[in-house]
């Protein structure tokens, strides 16, 4: 009886001094995947982001590059996800700020509130629809808008019969791209702030109505900011009908799920690409496009291959990141659209003030660019900004590269975009 005991006892102190089993490492970073295709691996369920000379990215922990490894890829670390958050800046759960100073939904509609009350003569505030959690009664937000220019009678209405050209930008429709709502906060105040004394901004808003939806997946931002100083990656919006992914994998795209050319996106509600159960079927998209169709009249034929005339006015930017590209359509095909050069043309213009490439989108359907473009002739862009790597680049970079990299490059390129709303297709 002694002995048996005595070995029972010997082998639970064996038990109980062994090494704990290690903790996967779930601290998310970029991994390099040569002589992949991206439309692969975002098949596969990989968060992809763009490839540069055959080179993919893919975002995820240690156990997505082991997932990689298996399927025969060799991926390489290239850069973590999270960058330095400065002493004393890594905010609260629910302050104002997050990640270091990027702003929450809250202080992105108290902004428009103030701004609207300070400069009267020129703003003016629409509520254009709801965020998904809105129309479930689960809090949620109303999308807002704001019109800038100097306000004379019939201004800033939500009518395409505008006596005015009209610029319009929207940012964060993917919600961990920070530093997007970032920049349409600048160019809002950039252009308010500089009426009658910056030479350039009066000449545009005296002639140009100016459009802003600096949040345009408020629900999703809610998401990232949750995290605090740790961002969740939350890309869709808050749509979790029916879905067992984990956060921050459910929702829908919200740049996959345009009605036009809808439907060769992601199918599984946990991919990052998911375009939903139909064409439009979030209140986001509905919101976005019956916008883009009251800011705009249409000016081009329904077949695919019939260009917008040259009298076309109206110019349109989603700002995303990350890149350093100016993108036109297509996105839903690689063939040329019928306005090709001319898109090209001012996409140049505009790379002159930002030095990003030109290049058309491809591979990607259900885009708010391809919708604005190909349904109502609107001269399209997707900017993706920053870097795949260093302080500024990727998703989450550091709140300090807002003002001292991405505002300085992008300033110029937005002017260049309102002016040529008049006439984009001119030349």
Same mark, same amino acid.
């Given at each position: 009886?002694?002995?048996?005991?005595?070995?029972?006892?010997?082998?639970?102190?064996?038990?109980?001094?062994?090494?704990?089993?290690?903790?996967?490492?779930?601290?998310?970073?970029?991994?390099?995947?040569?002589?992949?295709?991206?439309?692969?691996?975002?098949?596969?369920?990989?968060?992809?982001?763009?490839?540069?000379?055959?080179?993919?990215?893919?975002?995820?922990?240690?156990?997505?590059?082991?997932?990689?490894?298996?399927?025969?890829?060799?991926?390489? @670390?290239?850069?973590?996800?999270?960058?330095? !958050?400065?002493?004393?800046?890594?905010?609260?759960?629910?302050?104002?700020?997050?990640?270091?100073?990027?702003?929450?939904?809250?202080?992105?509609? @108290?902004?428009?509130?103030?701004?609207?009350?300070?400069?009267?003569?020129?703003?003016?505030?629409?509520?254009?629809?709801?965020?998904?959690?809105?129309?479930?009664?689960?809090?949620?937000?109303?999308?807002?808008?704001?019109?800038?220019?100097?306000?004379?009678?019939?201004?800033?209405?939500?009518?395409?019969?505008?006596?005015?050209?009209?610029?319009?930008?929207?940012?964060?429709?993917?919600?961990?791209?920070?530093?997007?709502?970032?920049?349409?906060?600048?160019?809002?105040?950039?252009?308010?702030?500089?009426?009658?004394?910056?030479?350039?901004?009066?000449? !545009?808003?005296?002639?140009?109505?100016?459009?802003?939806?600096?949040?345009?997946?408020?629900?999703?931002?809610?998401?990232?900011?949750?995290?605090?100083?740790?961002?969740?990656?939350?890309?869709?919006?808050?749509?979790?009908?029916?879905?067992?992914?984990?956060?921050?994998?459910?929702?829908?795209?919200?740049?996959?799920?345009?009605?036009?050319?809808?439907?060769?996106?992601?199918?599984?509600?946990?991919?990052?690409?998911?375009?939903?159960?139909?064409?439009?079927?979030?209140?986001?998209?509905?919101?976005?496009?019956?916008?883009?169709?009251?800011?705009?009249?249409?000016?081009?034929?329904?077949?695919?291959?019939?260009?917008?005339?040259?009298?076309?006015?109206?110019?349109?930017?989603?700002?995303?990141?990350?890149?350093?590209?100016?993108?036109?359509?297509?996105?839903?095909?690689?063939?040329?659209?019928?306005?090709? &050069?001319?898109?090209? &043309?001012?996409?140049?213009?505009?790379?002159?003030?930002?030095?990003?490439?030109?290049?058309?989108?491809?591979?990607?359907?259900?885009?708010?660019?391809?919708?604005?473009?190909?349904?109502?002739? !609107? &001269?399209?862009?997707?900017?993706?900004?920053?870097?795949?790597?260093?302080?500024?680049?990727?998703?989450?970079?550091?709140?300090?590269?807002?003002?001292?990299?991405?505002?300085?490059?992008? @300033?110029?390129?937005?002017?260049?975009?309102?002016?040529?709303? @008049?006439?984009?297709?001119?030349?």
């Amino acid at each position: 009886m002694k002995v048996r005991v005595g070995l029972v006892t010997a082998a639970l102190l064996l038990v109980g001094t062994s090494a704990p089993a290690a903790r996967p490492d779930t601290t998310p970073y970029y991994w390099q995947v040569p002589g992949a295709g991206e439309r692969a691996l975002r098949e596969a369920g990989f968060d992809v982001g763009h490839g540069v000379d055959g080179v993919v990215q893919v975002v995820g922990d240690r156990r997505v590059a082991d997932r990689l490894v298996a399927l025969g890829h060799q991926p390489r @670390k290239s850069d973590a996800v999270y960058k330095q !958050v400065p002493p004393g800046r890594a905010a609260d759960v629910g302050a104002l700020t997050y990640y270091g100073g990027y702003r929450t939904v809250a202080e992105h509609e @108290k902004h428009l509130t103030d701004v609207a009350a300070a400069y009267p003569a020129l703003t003016q505030v629409h509520d254009i629809g709801d965020s998904w959690r809105r129309t479930r009664g689960q809090g949620g937000h109303d999308i807002k808008a704001i019109c800038i220019t100097r306000k004379q009678a019939g201004d800033c209405a939500l009518d395409p019969d505008s006596a005015k050209p009209r610029f319009a930008l929207i940012a964060q429709l993917h919600a961990r791209e920070l530093a997007t709502g970032e920049l349409a906060w600048r160019w809002i105040d950039h252009v308010t702030r500089g009426y009658g004394t910056d030479a350039e901004v009066t000449s !545009v808003l005296d002639t140009t109505e100016l459009w802003v939806v600096p949040i345009a997946n408020p629900d999703g931002v809610d998401i990232v900011a949750s995290g605090g100083s740790r961002p969740l990656l939350q890309r869709k919006n808050a749509n979790n009908t029916g879905a067992s992914c984990s956060t921050p994998s459910y929702g829908v795209d919200l740049n996959r799920n345009s009605t036009f050319k809808w439907g060769k996106a992601g199918t599984d509600r946990c991919d990052e690409t998911y375009q939903g159960t139909a064409a439009g079927s979030e209140p986001e998209t509905e919101a976005i496009e019956a916008w883009f169709r009251q800011l705009f009249p249409d000016q081009r034929g329904p077949g695919d291959t019939e260009p917008a005339p040259v009298t076309t006015t109206g110019v349109m930017i989603t700002v995303h990141s990350y890149g350093n590209l100016i993108m036109p359509p297509w996105g839903w095909t690689w063939n040329a659209n019928p306005n090709a &050069a001319q898109l090209a &043309a001012l996409g140049r213009k505009m790379a002159a003030s930002n030095g990003y490439e030109v290049v058309a989108e491809g591979d990607t359907t259900g885009t708010t660019d391809d919708f604005a473009y190909g349904d109502l002739g !609107v &001269a399209s862009y997707t900017f993706e900004i920053g870097s795949g790597s260093g302080d500024c680049g990727g998703f989450l970079p550091e709140y300090s590269c807002v003002d001292s990299l991405f505002w300085p490059k992008n @300033k110029g390129a937005f002017l260049t975009a309102a002016k040529a709303a @008049k006439a984009p297709y001119a030349g």
